[in-house]
């Protein structure tokens, strides 16, 4: 059975500081999706992972897969607070189109 | 590209009444997912169609919840009866078939409350 944890699962911080959201999984995968949550809304994919080395980035977040270490890491760069979220990985299986998902790391950036 | 609707968006009824949500899938997205997120939670899987046909519903409590999807567009989601620990957000996602990845995009969701 595929798991997917994330750490942390909550993550306060100040404004101008990095940190690193991790995301491993247990099974033979290389598709990974990283999505964002604001509070009282739906889930809006942020990133799409295909392949070993593969590296996304979208103003101050960049996303990474390491396939061999069934990990994946979302790196904030400089935070500010409209970064303040919820995000989620999730996990391809391959057989079925099914997403199997982490528990969300909640981030708040304080001005 | 219009995105997936999904109807009501907030909903409150009393336990043991039943409700319904619809759902409409970007247009051409073969395969539709019915999750249900609990406050603070990820969200729960509870049925995927793919096209008119189910793929997985192996999480969704068929005593009290169904699910169809008529003609491999719009679905309907309804609980009968519905209990106190049925509240949370229903949210309906699609992504197409093939290419060799699974984007899901998602609806706004549903918020049922039941008291």
């Known amino acids: 059975e595929l798991k997917v944890e994330q750490n942390p699962l909550f993550l306060s911080m100040q404004e101008g500081k990095n940190y690193t959201i991790y995301c491993n999984y247990s099974t033979t995968s290389d598709r990974l999706y990283w999505y964002r949550q604001d509070p009282g809304k739906s889930l809006e994919s942020l990133f799409v992972?295909?392949?070993n080395g593969a590296v996304k980035q979208e103003g101050r977040l960049m996303a990474s897969l390491d396939t061999k270490a069934r990990l994946s890491t979302l790196h904030i760069t400089a935070a500010v607070h409209d970064l303040s979220a919820t995000y989620f990985c999730?996990?391809?299986?391959?057989?079925?189109?099914?997403?199997?998902w982490g528990a969300g790391t909640k981030l708040i950036i304080k001005p | 590209e219009a995105g997936v609707a999904q109807s009501p968006r907030y909903k409150i009824i009393e336990k043991r009444q039943s409700v319904a949500f619809w759902c409409n899938p970007i247009?051409?997205?073969?395969?539709l997912y019915w999750y249900q997120q609990i406050l603070g939670q990820g969200p729960k899987l509870l049925i995927q169609?793919?096209?008119?046909?189910?793929?997985?519903d192996s999480q969704l409590p068929k005593d009290r919840f169904s699910a169809e999807r008529l003609k491999g567009v719009d679905s309907t989601l309804k609980i009968q009866p519905a209990k106190l620990e049925d509240s949370a957000v229903y949210l309906c996602a699609s992504s197409t078939q093939g290419f060799g990845f699974t984007e899901a995009f998602f609806g706004q969701g549903t918020r049922l409350t039941v008291v």
């Open positions: 999730a996990v391809d299986e391959w057989s079925n189109y099914q997403l199997i």
């Open positions: 992972l295909l392949s």
């Open positions: 169609f793919q096209n008119n046909g189910v793929v997985d």
């Open positions: 247009s051409g997205h073969a395969t």
